[in-house]
């Protein structure tokens, strides 16, 4: 086999001989390694940047040899080769995905029992209501939030067909077992704010939910759902925020009746394209995951009022978003990419326009907001 010998050009300029260099990238401590093409751009480099750190390109500065680098230069003429370290710095509220925002449970007040040397809960003084079981079955609505449970009262199943809501919010209720399932007429689980993850939900019992309209589990451990979640035909809330998600499955298409989906601060890049049939969405957040784009499906959603997409590294939006969704008034997307210029180019803009202003000024009357100043986050250019 002969040999290939290079060019005189390439051996005059060795960067020629090789089509990619490897940087290191100084950031928070960490040392992250680039390979790309000496021809490639700043801007091209904030984008590779961008996953790795979630920290948007316009909120990167990039400085090499004390120079601040310029978007539209190449590592080339920047005089960045191979081998060479540059500083990140971030602009404060300039990152996508802010991550899960974990609350702690709250806890009961304890003390010290000195006659016992014994810990005490404090609550725990007050005396038992036998009669509560009674009553959770006359009200249907069986209220234990605030309650420090780490497990949830086995009389809470005695309740059986009688009860509409359970309300665990608050508490540091680990597994939620297939008990559940023979809560039959239940309506609203409130689960927030406890410490539920994956493996201890039996989501084959919450599947068997048949009248389930209200799911809300926002501030857990949460970093999957499962395609169980399609069975819950009646679902018309889910709330799902402040997890750690990663994606959404494809099953959320079957929740044709599902009004309100919020999960915001979590870790999502994708949405399913199937999104499209859930045609009932009237709210929908998305604000503070790690998307760079929407299906175009979203066009399909022709209820939908409110869509929040703050803090995500979205850089345009589905081109029939304003054409077909006319009932579209409220649209957050501060801290993307997503410029004003941008939006004024898609078709049905203007009437969304009109429609948010409308709002706006209906709000200013009834002053719910305080100030004339209306700004949905996009940029001026």
């Not at 059986?160 to 008990?179: E, H, M």
Request: aromatic content about 4%; proline content about 5%.
């Amino acid at each position: 086999m002969e040999e290939t010998s290079a060019t005189p050009a390439e051996a005059r300029d060795p960067q020629s001989q090789s089509s990619v260099i490897t940087i290191t990238v100084k950031f928070s401590g960490r040392s992250i390694p680039i390979s790309l093409s000496p021809d490639s751009t700043v801007k091209d480099l904030k984008s590779l940047l961008q996953p790795l750190t979630n920290v948007l390109p316009r909120g990167q500065k990039l400085i090499f040899k004390g120079k601040l680098l310029v978007d539209t230069m190449t590592l080339r003429t920047s005089e960045v080769a191979g081998g060479a370290k540059v500083m990140l710095m971030a602009s404060q509220g300039l990152h996508q995905g802010d991550g899960p925002i974990l609350k702690d449970a709250r806890t009961v007040p304890r003390r010290v029992d000195n006659a016992n040397n014994k810990m005490v809960n404090e609550k725990l003084q007050v005396p038992v209501d036998k009669n509560r079981l009674e009553r959770w079955k006359v009200t249907g609505v069986v209220a234990l939030s605030e309650c420090n449970l780490k497990t949830i009262p086995d009389e809470v199943w005695a309740c059986g067909p009688s009860a509409r809501v359970l309300d665990l919010n608050n508490n540091s209720v680990r597994d939620v077992p297939a008990q559940v399932g023979c809560l039959s007429s239940i309506q609203k689980l409130l689960l927030n704010s406890n410490a539920i993850v994956d493996e201890s939900l039996n989501w084959d019992a919450l599947a068997s939910l048949k009248y389930l309209s209200v799911l809300s589990m926002n501030q857990n451990h949460l970093t999957t759902l499962p395609p169980a979640l399609g069975a819950l035909t009646s679902l018309r809330q889910l709330h799902v925020a402040n997890n750690k998600l990663t994606s959404l499955p494809i099953e959320i298409g079957l929740l044709t009746q599902i009004e309100v989906l919020k999960v915001n601060h979590n870790r999502i890049s994708t949405i399913p394209t199937c999104i499209g049939n859930c045609n009932s969405l009237i709210e929908v957040d998305l604000s503070s995951n790690l998307l760079s784009e929407l299906p175009e499906t979203f066009g399909n959603l022709h209820d939908l009022k409110a869509l929040y997409l703050g803090n995500n590294g979205l850089k345009s939006l589905p081109s029939t978003l304003f054409k077909m969704c006319l009932q579209l008034s409220t649209l957050d997307i501060h801290n993307t990419e997503i410029t004003t210029d941008l939006l004024r180019q898609f078709e049905g803009w203007e009437s969304f326009d009109e429609r948010r202003r409308l709002k706006h000024q209906k709000q200013l009357e009834f002053r719910v907001v305080g100030s004339a100043e209306f700004d949905e986050g996009a940029d001026k250019n």
